[in-house]
């Protein structure tokens, strides 16, 4: 099965680079790395000449500077299906694959199943930086989703687990769900629409045991204060087309802080 694996990236070098480390030293390579560069355009010079070799495609930023995350991810996959791929898994560009990734989701790979395989989030990097072959010892798989066992295959999962981290579909998968919508810009709501899609179109939602990715560290914000109004603006956009809101968790989190309010009449989330 052709694989293809594509990232998404604007900045993170050092992530990058460390992914691109990763899937040299796998136990399988992939067929074709796509790298989407959001107006980043050190990205080709940064990883040309290295394994394995990279194709590089560049994409402006969206209206307002916002990075174009969903328009990103067809254009990857629309490259890599031109050059044939059978097999699409999407990283993140934080994500580390593990050595048996590739492996893992091209075992489980059918048409009519979205696969998601483990991650776990890396606390601070030690001084030199991560080793590739401690990864695994450093954390285990993110508690708030499955962790099947290596070779497991759990069906039947909550749409509303997945996440954009690290997934895979076939080709015709892909097809069938048709990508992800590209009105969502920023930060926020558009991989909930794509596994929403996914579900409607009947495809599975299945947590691959054997595929694990490592998560580096960065600094973050809990909640996501930065992303505010990504999140109000793409939930509000992901309410309309399926009729409730996401990230809830967030948006509460935001009322506690005082920055939001919910009007209950409306359905709606605005700013104070």
């Known amino acids: 099965m052709r694989t ?11 992530h990058l680079l460390l992914q691109q480390d990763g899937l040299a030293n796998g136990a399988r390579t992939p067929d074709h790395y796509v790298i989407v560069s959001m107006a980043d355009p050190s990205i080709g010079s940064l990883t040309t000449g290295r394994t394995p070799a990279p194709d590089v495609l560049t994409l402006p930023l969206a209206d ?28 993140d560009v934080d994500c580390v694959p593990g050595p048996t990734l590739l492996d893992g989701y091209a075992r489980a790979a059918q048409d009519g199943m979205l696969l998601c395989g483990t991650v776990a989030y890396l606390p601070p990097p030690p001084p030199g930086g991560y080793r590739l072959a401690g990864l695994e010892d450093l954390a285990p798989p993110h508690p708030a989703r499955p962790a099947p066992a290596d070779g497991q295959l759990l069906r039947g999962g909550d749409p509303r687990l997945f996440w954009s981290l690290s997934f895979a579909l076939t080709a015709p998968t892909w097809d069938r769900v048709g990508g992800f919508c590209e009105a969502y810009t920023g930060y926020g709501g558009e991989d909930t629409d794509f596994s929403a899609a996914a579900a409607r179109a009947g495809v599975d939602l299945c947590w691959v045991g054997g595929a694990p990715a490592y998560h580096q560290h960065h600094p ?24 409730s809101w996401p990230m809830i968790g967030w948006l509460r989190a935001f009322e506690a802080l005082g920055l939001v309010v919910h009007e209950p009449g409306a359905d709606a989330w605005r700013r104070t």
């Open 64 to 91: 307002g500077g916002r990075l174009p995350l969903a328009a990103a991810r067809n254009a990857g996959a629309a490259r890599a299906l031109a050059h044939g791929a059978e097999l699409l898994v999407f990283l």
């Open 220 to 243: 973050t914000h809990d909640p996501p204060v930065q992303h505010l109004d990504d999140i109000l603006r793409n939930g509000a956009l992901y309410q309309r087309r399926w009729g």
């Open 4 to 14: 293809a694996v594509i990232t998404l990236a604007a900045g993170r070098h050092t």
